[in-house]
């Protein structure tokens, strides 16, 4: 698939990957708290746009519920 016909999200993988070639120390450093924590980017790019929306939604009414009870 040329760079023209890839998908966003091959598009991140390929950029992320291209960023652990270039920065190896660092890199590893990052490894080890994504892999005990997760990533961000990771659970958003396999969310899509409408997973991502509903997470979004779902942490406001969250906080919505959690101010109105702790008054």
Same mark, same amino acid.
């Given at each position: 698939?040329?760079? #023209?016909?890839? $998908?966003?999200?091959? !598009?991140?993988?390929?950029? !992320?990957?291209? #960023? =652990?070639?270039?920065?190896? $120390?660092?890199?590893?450093?990052? *490894?080890?708290?994504? #892999?005990?924590? &997760? *990533?961000?980017?990771?659970? +958003? #790019?396999?969310?899509? =746009?409408?997973? $991502?929306?509903?997470?979004?939604? +779902? %942490?406001?009414? &969250? @906080? %919505? %519920?959690?101010? +109105? @009870?702790? !008054?």
């Amino acid at each position: 698939m040329g760079k #023209g016909k890839e $998908t966003p999200e091959e !598009r991140r993988e390929r950029l !992320r990957q291209q #960023g =652990w070639k270039d920065n190896q $120390t660092g890199n590893l450093n990052d *490894s080890l708290n994504r #892999g005990a924590n &997760g *990533s961000l980017a990771d659970l +958003v #790019g396999g969310l899509g =746009w409408k997973g $991502t929306g509903i997470l979004i939604l +779902v %942490i406001l009414l &969250g @906080f %919505i %519920i959690y101010a +109105v @009870f702790s !008054r």
